[in-house]
């Protein structure tokens, strides 16, 4: 991401803030800008009506809300700490990507965007310190993979992001239709096994289970195929944005809930798909189901191998489209 605060200069006396118009082009008055301690902001100029919004706290954040005059008030989001740049940056998008499609001037509307966004990301900011996992990385890219890849490309993007249901603590990661997806992505130089979380992922009592196995290999940025985690994440957004601004909103709280913001740190590694494989979970599937256990027994982890899923593999396509048609 560019840095908007980069050539900004902190302003020449205490009390006020050197800013700048973040585009004339969007429909609310959004500013960059600095304080006269040289300290990163964004602020929004808003219309005062009779109530008085109330602004959540954010750790690493002043929240600074007063009356310019009798019919305007400016919020102004200061960042406490250099250390928490990208992520302040990462929000700031965010608000403004969340009202760009606003009718020019509806400020109100903009205030209530605003407010949910940040009620949203305060729980970003309070592990702020914490950056997702390895393991965490590669599995979030698998899910954005395969929704943008096979789902959005059969179903409208809106419906696609309804479908996705990992980041919320579900056992699988897609429902489409009574059939439930489990998306399983590691490094194609990794072990060939499965790693399955809970004697319950792969029971077939809620529906239909498929797992979508996928390898992934490293990437040259300037191949066509390469992907980053943030390049997936705003390609996703773009697509979805186009088809519903609701969804679009839907999807941003799919990726905050999963721990995501779009961090520098998240640029790289760059991947390719190297292979996607599907194998559907019948009868005699090798996996462990509830059923199973002894009484007492319960969060069950293991490893399966990938060989023992073979005779269980079906066509990737044929399987999409057969359940998009449903």
Same mark, same amino acid.
């Given at each position: 991401?560019?840095?908007?605060?980069?050539?900004?200069?902190?302003?020449?006396? #205490?009390?006020? &803030?050197?800013?700048?118009?973040? %585009?004339?082009?969007?429909? +609310?008055?959004?500013?960059?800008?600095?304080?006269?301690?040289?300290? $990163? /902001? +964004?602020?929004?100029?808003?219309?005062?009506?009779?109530?008085?919004?109330?602004?959540?706290? +954010?750790?690493?954040?002043?929240?600074?809300?007063?009356?310019?005059?009798?019919?305007?008030?400016?919020?102004? !989001? /200061?960042?406490?700490?250099?250390?928490?740049?990208?992520?302040? !940056?990462?929000?700031?998008? &965010?608000?403004?990507?969340?009202? %760009? @499609?606003?009718?020019?001037?509806?400020?109100?509307?903009?205030? $209530?965007?605003?407010?949910?966004?940040?009620?949203?990301?305060?729980?970003?900011?309070?592990?702020?310190?914490?950056?997702?996992?390895?393991?965490?990385?590669?599995? !979030?890219?698998?899910?954005?993979?395969?929704?943008?890849? $096979?789902?959005?490309?059969?179903? =409208?993007?809106?419906?696609?992001? #309804?479908?996705?249901? @990992?980041?919320?603590?579900?056992?699988?990661?897609?429902?489409?239709? %009574?059939?439930?997806?489990?998306?399983?992505?590691? +490094?194609?130089?990794?072990?060939?096994?499965?790693?399955?979380?809970?004697?319950?992922?792969?029971?077939?009592?809620?529906?239909?289970?498929?797992?979508?196995?996928?390898?992934?290999?490293?990437? *040259?940025?300037?191949? #066509?195929?390469?992907?980053? /985690?943030?390049?997936?994440?705003?390609? !996703?957004?773009?697509?979805?944005?186009?088809?519903?601004?609701?969804?679009?909103?839907?999807?941003?709280? @799919?990726?905050? #809930?999963?721990?995501?913001?779009?961090?520098?740190?998240?640029?790289?590694?760059?991947?390719?798909?190297?292979?996607?494989?599907?194998?559907?979970?019948?009868?005699?599937?090798?996996?462990?189901?509830?059923?199973?256990?002894?009484?007492?027994?319960?969060?069950?982890?293991?490893?399966?191998?990938? =060989? *023992? $899923?073979?005779?269980?593999?079906?066509?990737?396509?044929?399987?999409?489209?057969?359940?998009?048609?449903?």
């Amino acid at each position: 991401m560019s840095d908007p605060w980069s050539d900004i200069a902190a302003s020449l006396q #205490a009390g006020t &803030d050197n800013l700048r118009r973040v %585009s004339a082009e969007h429909p +609310l008055e959004f500013w960059w800008g600095r304080d006269h301690s040289s300290r $990163c /902001l +964004l602020a929004l100029d808003y219309e005062i009506t009779t109530s008085c919004p109330q602004f959540p706290e +954010l750790a690493g954040l002043q929240i600074v809300n007063f009356a310019r005059d009798a019919a305007i008030g400016r919020l102004v !989001l /200061l960042l406490i700490d250099e250390a928490d740049r990208d992520i302040f !940056l990462a929000l700031c998008k &965010d608000l403004l990507a969340a009202t %760009s @499609g606003l009718t020019r001037g509806d400020s109100q509307t903009g205030v $209530c965007i605003a407010i949910a966004r940040l009620v949203r990301w305060r729980e970003l900011f309070r592990n702020r310190r914490e950056r997702l996992s390895f393991e965490r990385i590669i599995g !979030l890219a698998g899910e954005l993979l395969f929704l943008r890849d $096979c789902l959005c490309l059969r179903v =409208d993007p809106a419906i696609a992001v #309804a479908m996705w249901r @990992g980041p919320y603590g579900d056992e699988q990661d897609f429902v489409v239709g %009574s059939t439930i997806f489990e998306v399983k992505t590691q +490094l194609s130089t990794a072990d060939a096994a499965l790693h399955i979380s809970s004697e319950n992922q792969l029971d077939t009592v809620s529906g239909a289970v498929v797992i979508v196995h996928q390898l992934l290999g490293p990437a *040259a940025l300037h191949m #066509a195929t390469a992907f980053s /985690l943030n390049g997936l994440a705003a390609d !996703l957004r773009r697509i979805v944005l186009a088809s519903s601004p609701d969804a679009a909103d839907t999807f941003d709280a @799919g990726l905050l #809930a999963a721990g995501y913001a779009p961090l520098a740190a998240y640029d790289e590694p760059v991947w390719m798909l190297v292979r996607q494989d599907m194998y559907t979970v019948e009868e005699a599937f090798p996996r462990i189901v509830p059923s199973m256990l002894p009484p007492g027994i319960e969060k069950v982890r293991y490893r399966l191998r990938v =060989d *023992a $899923c073979l005779p269980f593999k079906v066509d990737v396509t044929k399987t999409l489209e057969a359940l998009v048609d449903e």
